[in-house]
């Protein structure tokens, strides 16, 4: 009788006991990314910009510069290609299959775009030395600003993984730029002092 009533205990603990083991699923996919907060999607926006606009930049010195900075160009151009690819791998896993464009805040920043859009267009009328000295100075001004921008994102960012993104790879690139920009302009025979 008392193996009867353990069987029959069994028989009903069974069932409770492979549901609890469902409730776990085994699987070998890594656990879904987190979506992404607004204030992480502005900062992506902004960096997928920031890298447009630095290649589209670098492609205009291609034609324009003297060879010591189409050298430069290329190396931006490069740079900021794979920190996009990377940027855009990054916001898929995330879930963001688009990357919205990036939207001034404030006036400031409207004005900011406004004069960086005439820059480029001023830079496009240059060619040789005059191209180098407007090109190396946008680039030594445009790399700092951003860094400053940077050190901001790494702060508020609330995705840990693009606090890292940010701290490990996109901010030495831009500091590595902002410093050859620099030595470029000290290496110039024109270069304003």
Request: hydrophobic share 35%.
């Amino acid at each position: 009788m008392k193996l009867r009533a353990f069987a029959i205990i069994a028989a009903l603990a069974l069932p409770t006991l492979a549901l609890a083991d469902n409730k776990t699923p085994k699987t070998d996919k890594a656990p879904a990314a987190a979506k992404l907060s607004d204030g992480d999607v502005k900062i992506i926006s902004h960096l997928h910009h920031v890298n447009q606009m630095e290649i589209d930049v670098g492609k205009v010195a291609q034609k324009a510069g003297t060879a010591s900075v189409k050298s430069y160009s290329n190396t931006l151009e490069k740079d900021h290609q794979s920190s996009d690819k990377d940027l855009t791998a990054f916001a898929k896993k995330h879930g963001l299959t688009t990357i919205p464009a990036d939207k001034p805040e404030t006036d400031a920043d409207t004005q900011e775009q406004k004069d960086m859009t005439a820059q480029v267009a001023h830079l496009k009328t240059l060619k040789g030395a005059d191209f180098d000295k407007e090109f190396l100075t946008m680039m030594v001004t445009g790399h700092d600003k951003e860094l400053v921008r940077i050190d901001v994102s790494i702060n508020t960012a609330d995705d840990s993984d693009l606090q890292t993104m940010l701290t490990s790879s996109v901010k030495p690139m831009l500091q590595r730029h902002a410093d050859q920009a620099r030595d470029l302009q000290q290496k110039s025979p024109q270069a304003s002092r």
